[in-house]
């Protein structure tokens, strides 16, 4: 009988120690269950604000490329109006230039006839 108890309480005290250890465990497993869901919210933190940091990029580059269209598009109305108004000179030395030639005509025609 003694031995029996002896023995009974020997299983009793190696099932309480394995319960320990499998407490033991469970907590290291819970707390590394805990560090990696806090890993993963810092990650997605990080994710969440890199992503933000390139949507702000990306508008800034958006803005600068309708900045430059529209500026290329007021650079070409620029052109085209320093265009015409080159044709409008053109036109005005041409015509200068026919009057200049049409009064020398009247003026050579003048001479000879006075002759």
Same mark, same amino acid.
Do not use: P, W, Y
């Given at each position: 009988?003694?031995?029996?108890?002896?023995?009974?309480?020997?299983?009793?005290?190696?099932?309480?120690?394995?319960?320990?250890?499998?407490?033991?465990?469970?907590?290291?497993?819970?707390?590394?269950?805990?560090?990696?869901?806090?890993?993963?919210?810092?990650?997605?933190?990080?994710?969440?604000?890199?992503?933000?940091?390139?949507?702000?990029?990306?508008?800034?580059?958006?803005?600068?490329?309708?900045?430059?269209? =529209? +500026?290329?598009? /007021?650079? &070409? *109305? $620029?052109? @085209?109006?320093? !265009?015409?108004? #080159?044709? %409008?000179?053109?036109?005005?030395?041409?015509?200068? =230039? +026919?009057?200049? /030639?049409? &009064? *020398? $005509?009247? @003026?050579?025609? !003048?001479?000879? #006839?006075? %002759?």
């Amino acid at each position: 009988e003694e031995k029996v108890e002896e023995e009974i309480k020997e299983v009793k005290e190696e099932v309480e120690e394995k319960a320990e250890e499998a407490e033991k465990k469970a907590e290291e497993v819970e707390e590394k269950e805990e560090e990696e869901e806090q890993k993963e919210h810092t990650i997605a933190e990080r994710v969440d604000a890199v992503e933000e940091r390139v949507e702000k990029l990306e508008k800034r580059l958006e803005s600068h490329h309708s900045e430059e269209s =529209e +500026e290329s598009h /007021e650079s &070409e *109305e $620029e052109k @085209e109006k320093i !265009e015409k108004i #080159e044709e %409008e000179v053109e036109e005005e030395k041409k015509e200068h =230039e +026919e009057e200049k /030639e049409h &009064e *020398e $005509e009247k @003026e050579h025609e !003048e001479e000879k #006839e006075h %002759e």
